[in-house]
Nanobody
Framework: EVQLVESGGGLVQAGGSLRLSCVAS????????IGWFRQAPGKEREGVSC????????YYADSVKGRFSISRDNAKNTVYLQMNSLKPDDTAVYYC?????????????????WGQGTQVTVSS
């Protein structure tokens, strides 16, 4: 069974930090790019960041550049999203997803698998 399980969300004050984790199982993790998306109430889903099969030139949305950092540990089938200098606008449900393609300028290709999401709430 394919699973992507996110964790690390929570409530934090503006300016604070959180680290999200996405643990994958049921597929060959090394063969997939992994991305983070978020969706706030009443807004469209937004691609936040993604990382290819090797830890080279990750993609970041303009809204998070310089504040978020993505990394992967293939030995642990895990991708991390370090989120610093959080803003109330970062409040959303954050999802990780896996896809066989990605682009350093455009982000993750059409995902094959999705996680269930983790809530991030940033208070002002």
């Amino acid at each position: 069974e394919v699973q992507l399980v996110e964790s690390g969300g929570g409530l934090v004050q503006a300016g604070g930090s959180l680290r999200l984790s996405c643990v994958a199982s049921g597929f060959t993790f090394d063969d997939y790019a992994i991305g983070w998306f978020r969706q706030a109430p009443g807004k469209e889903r937004e691609g936040v960041s993604c990382i290819g099969q090797s830890d080279v030139r990750p993609y970041y949305a303009d809204s998070v550049k310089g504040r978020f950092s993505i990394s992967r540990d293939n030995a642990k089938n895990t991708v991390y999203l370090q989120m610093n200098s959080l803003k109330p606008d970062d409040t959303a449900v954050y999802y990780c997803a896996a896809a066989s393609s990605w682009h350093p300028h455009y982000g993750l290709g059409d995902p094959d698998y999705w996680g269930q999401g983790t809530q991030v709430t940033v208070s002002s």
